[in-house]
Each structure stands twice: as structure tokens, then as C-alpha cells.
């Protein structure tokens, strides 16, 4: 398991590196693409690639895609947005599958579904840069699969722009700091995706968007007068009904109203999850097992909440978090407390299975579950664990 590599920190200003990213990248690629989500970090990226825009005298295309089940708020923002001088704004309503952590029975939904017109939350967007076709979807793609086939490489290299920072997660922060060189940069063919404010953190942004005066999504607004006050990483834009969206299911309930009254009836699930999104029954908190079961043994009754399709995409996952276990030693899983050198136990993967982790976005949490279990052992390395509980085969892979 290598570790990602120590936050190096010097005295340059994050939003002066930010800037400095993106003009590199305007000298770097013939096209520059923001994909926008109407967030505080989107926001940050779309406001910095202006400025920088303005200096260079350059424009730039800014792509949002709409997935329906968004706030309020946001589509006015996005629509003020899309009359901003200097860019070339798509708003595309597009078929994108996405996760349903409401329910095992049905786990993916489409926004816009065309054979479901009579559930949508609301009613396509009257803006002049609407796209509801385009000849490279096809409908079940996710928007960034989409996002990376709009380029067309007769077109030249084209770097797209996001706002991931390394802050929200460590799965972000561990893909971002693995690279040795241009960390913010990660490219593939003519297309390379650029996180120029991976290094910022939730308050920096808030202090570029007050600071300049910039336009922001009103969602905020709302937010910080619920009990989601001030806490920046919890403080979502996104379709509500992911894994970690549906955490807050509770805010379209007391804040929309109306919409809440459409999305009830929108995916299956829904009024469940609102009740025990924050429980163990989704995977919230300690899997708490049936006395009478192992950990192991449970997970297996788990699986079978899944159909025979979706079943598959869930096992995938538990089995390379298995197989990755194995590889390094030939201690058994433990049922519930953190294995010392994979963090993997019985009782996660229980909360994986609960969850539905489709995505596998929880699995890269097993390194800081390691390094826990290593501390309360008092092991100060990661080099010492190898050596305690490693087989031998990885000793030897680890040291040659």
C-alpha cells in the first residue's frame, strides 16, 4: 500500500497558483473547457478561468449538465451564468444514468428520462443554449464519460477544468498528490482533466468568492440557516439521491417544499431513505449485525438484497477489496476491528454491501483504517507492518 505522499505547504498564495495553473494550461491547449456544477468550487474555477480568460484575451466553452433533481437556486445561478460575456455556455439535459442509493431493488436512475417525462422533477430549462440530443450520447452515460468525448481531436487538445479539491476526500487527495509532476493534470490522448484548485480549501474559496464579489449559487444561502451552517463539507449541490447525497435528503423536505412533493415519487426509495439516510440501515455509522450471524455470514445475507444484475457490480467491488487483502498478507479478515496492513475487516465490507458503494469510493478509506489499527499497535510505518503482517511473497515485493 503506498501511501500518498505529505502535503508540502510554502508561501505561495493558493488562488495565485490557481491562476498560474490555468494560464498555463490557455498556453498549453488549443481548447479550454470548465464543466460546470454551479458549486462554490466550480464557481472558484469558472471565475479564476475569466480573469485569466480576460488577461490572455482568450474565451472559453463552459458546459453544465443539468440532472434534474437539483435546487432551485442552482438553475437560476446556472442561468446567470450562461449570460456572462467572454464564454461559450452548453446546458445540456441529457439521459445520464445515475445512482439510486435509495434502494438494492432499482440502484441507478436517469435524469430526463424521455419514457418517464410524467415523473420529472421539473420542466426542461427555456434557455437558448439548451442541448437535449447529441450524436456522441448515448443514454446510460454518466456526464463525465460524456464530458471526456466532446473533444474532437480534429480539433486539437483540449484541457478540461474542474473543481475537485484534494480537501473533500482522501480518495481525491491521494489520486491528486500520486503524481510527481503537474499533479493537476491528468491526460489521456488530446483530453487531459485539470484540477487547478486541487490545493485550495472550502474557506479559500469562500474568501475568492467574497473578496472579488463574485455571483455564487444561492443554495448556500439556505443551507447556512439550517443545521448544515458553516459546514462547508457537507454543504451539497448534486443529484440528491447518491451515496453520500442522501444524507441530506432532509434539506429538500424543509427547504423545497414543491420540490421535495415531485421527488418523492421520482425514484424509488426516496420517503425511506429521507426517514434513515443517517442510520445504519443505509450504512451510516457501525454495521451492526444480527446476533446470531458472523460479520462474514451477514454479508452474504446482504448480498442477496441485491437482483442478479446489479449483484454483479457490487460483488466486483467486495472482491477486489478481498483479492487486495490477500495479496499483501495471509492473515485471515478480521470480523470487526481494522486489519493492521489492508484496514479491511468483515464489518466494512458489511457497510460497503449496506451502502452499494457502486462507485468504490469507500474503498480507498481502508489506508486511513490501516494506519489507525498501526497506531493503536504503536507500528510508526507502514514498512513495519509489511514486516509483521505481510506474507512473505509481498515482503519480498515490498523490499526487493
Partial sequence: MARARAKEYNDKNVFE???????????SFDNIVVNFSAGKDSTCVLNMT???AKKLNKTFIVNFFDEEAIHPPTIEYAERVSKIEGINFNWYCLEFKHRNACSNENPFWYCWDKDK???WVRDMPEVDCLITEHPKFKKGMSFQEFSSLLPDESEGTTAILTGVRTQESFRRMKAV???KNDNYIAKNKHVAMCHPIYDMSSEDVWLCV?????????????????????????????????EEPLRGLWLYSECFPEMWHKMLSRVEGVGTAWRYANTELYGYGKAERPENLTYKEWAEVLLESYDTVDIISVKKNINSIIKRHYDKTNDPIPEEESHPLTGTSWSFICKLIIKGDFKGRTGPQLEGLAINAQKKLGINSFNEAVIKFGSEKYKAKRFK
Fill in 50 to 52: 475569466l480573469m485569466v
Fill in 177 to 179: 498528490s500520486s503524481k
Fill in 117 to 119: 417525462k410524467d415523473l
Fill in 210 to 242: 467574497t473578496k472579488f464579489g463574485w455571483d455564487y449559487n444561492r443554495t448556500y444561502d439556505v443551507m447556512n440557516k439550517t443545521r448544515m451552517f458553516n459546514g462547508f463539507l457537507s454543504q451539497r449541490v448534486c443529484p440528491p439521491f447518491g
Fill in 17 to 27: 497558483a490557481g491562476c498560474e495553473r490555468i494560464e498555463y494550461l490557455f498556453k
